[in-house]
């Protein structure tokens, strides 16, 4: 796979507009975003030894995120760089969009297939001492809580790892120099700027989604958080309704169980019409197996338009399944503030396909993190044979990774909160 040099005056213009265009302006469809990167924060990248290979690594709750990694290493290395974009936003453009991207070091690739050219790409471009940005989420949550993450990097990296010791001869405790390879992890968290102007533009999404809500009689006294929670309901009745969910197994008293039976019994409704029987694990894994075989058969030329329509609407199932991950109780309690109410809100506006919404600018703050040395896992990784205990291996390593995010994620917003509104 071809990997351009990314010319430096190419790179200097796409940062120049990709801050006015996308994060000042948000693209004209979202709102203004201001990244905050502290001197220190900004000097653990820059301390990173020059020729060593390096994969940033961070949560994905914003759609701007693609933007702001780019902003993030561009302010700080002139190292090439490969990014990793969902083939359909790459499609989505202008042939000369395309063009810039790829020469910035963009490759596309299908979310849910595997895609052994792009893995192997990235691997040797680490392995050459080149850096590379992903989001192992592998998907666009709007939440704090960091979901369980592919072990996709930390295959990457320990492969590029154990190709620079191959190329230097590191064998029998040689001691010649290596290229270092890191994961830098990060954490950037997005607080509301102006929390009375979100507040109101809050309250008009509300009056906006009842207008469009089944319960005309919605009574327009009750509290803001009252009216937020009967939106809830009816967004969760509809899409049972939609769904051909039976009442019996979804409804419960707590609306977070409720959330989350709904989630399952339409997982299981899907598993069962494409992998014959119901499958195990987190919601979010089942989910995205699905959309591959959903991926798969679409691509086959010789299926009827009935089966297309029914599978292209199963793929529409499987996003909104995604972004019903639900919030928790626990959830609430630790994240109970504007910006919650906003992801929530964002929920409804996607699950009802109602253009995004503008809730105001945002401050995005980042935390860089320890860059972890691979070649000490990489050690580890190479002396295991089971080819299921290797994957077990990369499976806690990469978990170990999100509670390291997590944990960053958490301190942003133990230093910054904006207004709570009561429950």
């Not at 990248?45 to 690594?57: D, S």
């Not at 040797?124 to 592919?150: A, C, Q, T």
């Not at 996003?319 to 639900?326: A, D, G, H």
Request: hydrophobic share 40%.
């Amino acid at each position: 796979m071809k990997v351009h040099r990314q010319p430096l005056w190419l790179r200097k213009i796409a940062f120049v507009l990709n801050y006015f265009i996308y994060l000042k302006f948000g693209a004209f469809q979202y709102g203004s975003i201001r990244p905050i990167i502290s001197d220190k924060d900004r000097g653990r990248l820059e301390a990173i030894p020059e020729g060593a290979g390096n994969i940033l690594v961070g949560p994905h709750p914003s759609n701007q995120d693609a933007h702001l990694l780019f902003h993030l290493f561009a302010q700080t290395r002139t190292d090439p760089v490969l990014f990793l974009m969902a083939a359909e936003t790459y499609l989505g453009g202008t042939f000369l969009r395309r063009w810039v991207l790829d020469e910035l070091g963009v490759i596309p690739v299908n979310r849910g297939r595997s895609s052994p050219e792009i893995i192997e790409a990235m691997i040797e471009h680490i392995s050459r001492g080149w850096w590379g940005g992903l989001f192992p989420e592998g998907d666009v949550y709007f939440s704090r809580e960091v979901m369980p993450m592919e072990i996709g990097v930390l295959r990457i990296a320990v492969q590029a790892a154990l190709k620079v010791q191959s190329r230097t001869g590191q064998k029998n405790g040689s001691k010649k120099p290596i290229r270092p390879i890191f994961i830098t992890p990060f954490a950037h968290v997005c607080f509301l700027r102006n929390p009375n102007l979100s507040r109101s533009r809050l309250e008009e999404a509300i009056i906006e989604l009842e207008r469009r809500s089944a319960d005309k009689n919605n009574k327009q006294c009750q509290n803001f958080a009252d009216r937020l929670r009967s939106l809830a309901d009816q967004i969760l009745e509809h899409k049972a309704l939609e769904y051909g969910i039976p009442e019996d197994k979804w409804q419960h008293p707590d609306r977070f169980l409720r959330i989350s039976r709904l989630q399952h019994a339409v997982l299981e409704q899907l598993e069962i019409a494409y992998f014959g029987r119901v499958q195990s694990g987190y919601s979010r894994r089942r989910a995205m197996k699905i959309r591959a075989i959903c991926v798969e058969k679409l691509e086959d030329k010789s299926i009827s338009d009935l089966t297309r329509n029914i599978i292209e609407k199963d793929t529409i199932k499987i996003r909104e399944l995604i972004l019903m991950t639900p919030f928790s109780h626990a959830y609430r309690e630790k994240y109970g503030d504007l910006e919650m109410w906003v992801e929530y809100m964002r929920r409804f506006y996607t699950a009802l396909s109602i253009p995004k919404k503008d809730f105001g600018p945002e401050d995005v703050v980042f935390r860089i993190l320890e860059p972890i040395d691979v070649h000490l896992i990489a050690s580890e990784y190479k002396l295991i044979f089971s080819q299921r205990e290797k994957k077990n291996f990369l499976i806690n390593e990469t978990e170990a990774l999100r509670k390291i995010i997590q944990a960053g994620v958490d301190g942003i917003c133990s230093q910054r909160s904006t207004m709570k509104i009561p429950d």
